[in-house]
């Protein structure tokens, strides 16, 4: 899989992921002209500010009413729109649940919506903006697509994908400037794990920016003499069952690693995989049922334990489970 | 481009009648369901699909028809008798009204019938949407008219203000909301569980047009409704409207009017027959 050279050098370029899907929204506004965006005041932090100056009469600024948004772009959407809505995941999907579930999931629309701000690396706001469990109340709900990227350049993959595909979608996007690792040619296909590094000994499967950390785990595991394959689980929903079974069957253990809880997202969908179609043991790196608190993000991520140095202790347990 | 308009006002009490017996046959073998909503609201469905909305039944997904949103999604048996009449669907599927594999679902799901523009059921969530389809509308340069129907009760619910200030701040003219304005709710008269008036002094304050009618003056409704929707379609930028329609829950069968107990339950046979008896003399003096 091709990812940028020297990707563990310190001058590797860090972005946003939220960037990624912000110029992918103007792109995707330039060639599909049935594109309507929306916000609840707080644009220029998810990144939809570039898509309002381009396109100001496909820009609706709902004001502080996530509720509101969901249920305004499931009427655009009935109309034939392909509707894109952004606001802090903590409040949409964390406040407007009901209305994503009844408006836009039962009606299974094309809505793709973004929760900006996802997982501990917020940082400095504290509890009340982390969301922590954002991929959790998505996944259950019928007709939905949930995906949460890596890096900058697989956001603006995983936007264009979202208006491709039919019904509605839920992206996480964190804010923190992060590596870009992956290049444009690495792929992005919606429901597919990308295996960035192959392995025999653990496979690590990892979402968001936990992926970086994955890599950085397993080059230090190598000089221990562990062999662990890296995965890329973009999309937690629908989860890639073949590729998770393959590897489980082929290295025996796993870990996941996430910067959300560890019930009900992706720890909790491999989970659910492997204990009916391989039963392999598994370690989830997540957060641990808690309520996160003010930091760095970086500092956050280690002290919660969803960082490399983690992921490597995860290991060694799962290993150690076979 | 509507199928059936009726013009005169004792076609539509007719009319309205039907639809008041199709809710008693249909609440009797459902054995759940809400009774004083749906019953109060017919005079306004009667108008709006049989004389003012622009609609066409044999073509429900055609795109110049009036959007009609029902955001109350608990009186849908007024919303599925009045579909019937108007001939969306056989009306042979009236008696499976909130049984399995019935496309008569408890609440309205868009898809399952045709003529639903939304499915609905929580509160509070339809003038949103009505908000969408209203802007969806203007992007486009379409003539068509956003109808919302609303209860008083899912005024209670702060999403449906956010829908007004976003209705306001775009000036969605081509947006008419309708109040069933009867008072009531679950547990007792909304002035004790919860006061809402003023009405029409909020909707004033929030800078919406608004306009007061007796929702069961047939005659009232009418010009009402036709006046709105004259208003909406004339493609101008300017105030959403809300016609605050003060009704009688239970209209058309006594021992229901204005009791909230008849909120959310139907009536058992004996009940029906009373309500059915009632129904068909108010027929005789309509006819007469
Ligand atoms: C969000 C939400 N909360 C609660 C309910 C349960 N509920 C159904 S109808 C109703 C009463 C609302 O009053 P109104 O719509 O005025 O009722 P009606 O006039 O038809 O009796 C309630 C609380 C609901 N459907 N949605
Ligand atoms: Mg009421």
């Not at chain 1, 579930?101 to 009606?107: K, L, P």
């Not at chain 1, 949930?146 to 936007?159: L, S, W």
């Not at chain 1, 069952?241 to 796993?254: I, S």
Request: aromatic share 6%.
């Amino acid at each position: 899989m091709k990812l940028e050279a020297n990707l563990f050098a310190a001058e590797m370029k860090k972005v946003a992921i939220r960037d990624g899907w912000g110029k992918a929204l103007v792109e995707i506004g330039k060639e599909n002209k049935e594109l309507v965006v929306l916000t609840a005041d707080v644009s220029e932090s998810v990144r939809t500010h570039w898509f309002e100056k381009a396109f100001p009469e496909r820009f609706v600024q709902c004001g502080v009413s996530e509720q509101n948004m969901a249920s305004v772009a499931a009427g655009l959407a009935m109309e034939g729109k392909t509707v894109f809505f952004s606001a802090y995941g903590v409040f949409s999907p964390g406040r407007n649940w009901d209305q994503v579930r009844v408006n836009i999931a039962y009606n299974n629309l094309d809505v793709k919506f973004s929760g900006a701000h996802a997982g501990i690396t917020v940082g400095p706001d504290g509890a009340t903006h982390q969301a922590l469990e954002d991929m959790a109340i998505m996944r259950v709900l019928p007709n939905m697509c949930v995906i949460c990227p890596c890096d900058e350049k697989e956001a603006g993959k995983a936007a264009r994908a979202a208006a491709e595909r039919k019904g509605p979608v839920y992206i996480r996007l964190g804010r923190e400037k992060t590596p870009v690792f992956t290049t444009d040619s690495t792929p992005f296909e919606i429901g597919k794990i990308n295996v960035l590094a192959d392995g025999s000994d653990v496979a690590i499967v990892a979402c968001g920016v936990p992926v970086f950390e994955a890599l950085k785990a397993a080059k230090n595991l190598a000089e221990d003499g562990i062999s662990a394959a890296v995965l890329d689980c973009h999309t937690v929903k629908p989860i890639d069952k073949k590729t998770l079974v393959e590897f489980a069957r082929r290295c025996g253990c796993v870990v996941t690693a996430e910067e959300h809880q560890i019930n009900g997202a992706l720890g909790g969908a491999v989970c659910e995989v492997l204990s009916e179609e391989c039963p392999t043991p598994v370690v989830r790196v997540g957060m641990q049922d808690k309520f996160g608190e003010s930091g760095d993000g970086i500092e956050l991520l280690k002290h919660f334990g969803m960082d490399s140095a983690a992921i490597e202790k995860a290991v060694k347990r799962a290993i150690g489970k076979k | 481009m509507s199928a059936i308009r009726l013009d005169s006002t004792s076609e539509l009490l007719l009319k309205a009648n039907d639809i008041r017996v199709d809710i008693i046959n249909m609440l009797l073998p459902a054995k759940s369901g809400h009774s004083a909503g749906p019953l109060g609201m017919a005079d306004i469905f009667t108008a709006l699909y049989f004389h003012t909305a622009v609609h066409d039944p044999k073509k429900p997904q055609w795109d110049g028809r009036d959007r009609i949103v029902l955001s109350n999604g608990h009186i849908a048996p007024v919303l599925y008798a009045t579909l019937g009449e108007a001939g969306y669907f056989d009306k042979k599927l009236f008696n499976s009204l909130r049984k399995f594999g019935s496309p008569l679902q408890g609440h309205p799901h868009k898809g399952a019938l045709a003529g639903i523009e939304t499915s609905s059921g929580p509160l509070g969530q339809g003038l949103s949407q009505a908000c969408g389809m209203a802007l969806a509308a203007r992007m486009d340069k379409k003539k068509h008219v956003v109808w919302c129907l609303t209860s008083d009760g899912e005024h209670e619910e702060g999403q449906t203000w956010e829908a007004v200030l976003l209705a306001a701040k775009y000036k969605l003219g081509n947006l008419v909301a309708i109040m069933d304005r009867n008072f009531i709710q679950i547990d007792g008269p909304t002035e004790t569980i919860m006061p809402l008036e003023s009405m029409a002094a909020k909707y004033r304050a929030f800078n919406w047009e608004v306009v007061e009618i007796d929702g069961n003056d047939m005659l009232e409704v009418v010009k009402a409704l036709d006046a709105a929707r004259t208003r909406a379609a004339s493609g101008k930028v300017q105030p959403p409207l809300m016609i605050i329609a003060k009704t009688v829950p239970g209209k058309g069968v006594s021992f229901m009017e204005n009791a909230y107990e008849w909120h959310g339950k139907p009536p058992n046979a004996e009940e029906a027959a009373k309500a059915l008896a009632e129904l068909r003399a108010a027929r005789a003096k309509i006819k007469a």
